[in-house]
């Protein structure tokens, strides 16, 4: 069982920054490999970003390339979003995910565990 705990989310203007954080439970979290998605109101939960379990390999969305960094620290247990030059589309509810099968990882069935969400409100 792994629970996962985003925080770091918030109000912030047009071409700002932001940091989510997402802390795991357990100590298997490097067998897991990590994703973020997110969830604007009224859409489908949207694929942004995956990070293999040593944190070598990432897959971002074309939607994000560029101006999102995912990063993780096993020793921490925890799986980092760094967002900038943030624009009001990238409004939504965002959701870490913990993985434990070997494929593309930017599919919502995939995934295991998820966290409870994170809102991040971009201003224009």
């Known amino acids: 069982q792994v629970q996962l705990v985003e925080s770091g989310g918030g109000l912030v203007q047009a071409g700002g920054s932001l940091r989510l954080s997402c802390a795991a439970s357990?100590?298997?979290?490097?067998?897991?490999?990590m994703g973020w998605f997110r969830q604007a109101p009224g859409k489908e939960r949207e694929f942004v970003v995956d990070?293999?379990?040593?944190?070598?390999?990432?897959y971002y969305a074309d939607s994000v390339k560029g101006r999102f960094t995912i990063s993780r620290d096993n020793a921490k247990n925890t799986v980092y979003l760094q967002m900038n030059s943030l624009k009001p589309e990238d409004t939504a509810v965002y959701y870490c995910?913990?993985?434990?099968?070997?494929?593309?990882?930017?599919?919502?069935?995939?995934?295991?565990?998820w966290g409870q969400g994170t809102q991040v409100t971009v201003s224009s």
């Open positions: 990070i293999s379990r040593s944190g070598s390999n990432t």
């Open positions: 357990g100590r298997t979290f490097s067998s897991y490999a």
């Open positions: 995910a913990a993985r434990s099968n070997y494929g593309l990882g930017d599919k919502p069935y995939e995934y295991d565990y």
